[in-house]
């Protein structure tokens, strides 16, 4: 599988879960800042990647 | 305002175990690094070790399949250097790739580039779960 945004989500999920274990102690918090995260990772990615858009290599 | 939220997580928080002498830190970080979450699960936080000790293997596994490379100790190029140093933050598994001969990395592969990001990354990320671990075995979380 060669989809790029398949494995940057992926990619988003696994480097979220780990932030969030490692930042918080409780389920909830983890669970909130964990979500927060992914979230903003993908958002980002695809801002950007529109940003980029316009622009050649 | 902050500060008492802060608080309030730590009083949720496990209880620290009090802190271990020097050897007993030190072997703490070892076991953490050469096994992910190890460390975590050898203090009695079950879940986070949990967590650890699937996700960075499996996020390494998912970087070999996608054709990533396991960079060299060139040292004469520092940026692979570096990420050498990175690959083998990930312990045991780098020992097992290289024994395989798995990592030899496929640059035509679209996903290359992929496969080297998460490689690097699961590596990154046990160097701050064994930093973890670190704080967890002198008291400080």
Same mark, same amino acid.
């Given at each position: 599988m060669t989809s790029h945004l398949f494995w940057l989500t992926v990619f988003a999920f696994f480097v979220s879960l780990v932030f969030a274990m490692l930042l918080r102690d409780t389920p909830r918090e983890q669970l909130r800042i964990g979500a927060l995260m992914f979230a903003a990772f993908l958002a980002a990615a695809l801002v950007l990647g529109w940003l980029m858009f316009p622009f050649p290599l | 305002m902050a500060a008492g939220g802060k608080g309030s997580a730590k009083t949720a928080a496990a209880p620290a175990k009090p802190a271990r002498d020097r050897v007993g830190v030190a072997i703490v970080c070892l076991v953490s690094w050469l096994v992910p979450g190890a460390g975590h699960l050898q203090l009695g936080r079950r879940a986070k070790g949990l967590v650890f000790l699937i996700a960075l293997p499996a996020m390494f596994g998912i970087g070999l399949y996608l054709g990533g490379r396991l960079f060299p100790?060139?040292?004469?190029?520092p940026l692979v250097a570096l990420a050498a140093v990175a690959d083998l933050g990930v312990g045991v598994w780098y020992f097992a790739a290289k024994f395989a001969g798995a $990592? $030899? $990395?496929? %640059? %035509? !592969? !679209?996903t290359y580039e992929y496969g080297n990001t998460f490689l690097i990354v699961a590596g990154l990320l046990n160097f701050l779960v064994m930093l973890d671990a670190f704080d967890i075995a002198l008291g400080r979380k």
């Open positions: - | 100790f060139a040292w004469s190029e $990592g $030899g $990395g496929q %640059v %035509v !592969a !679209a």
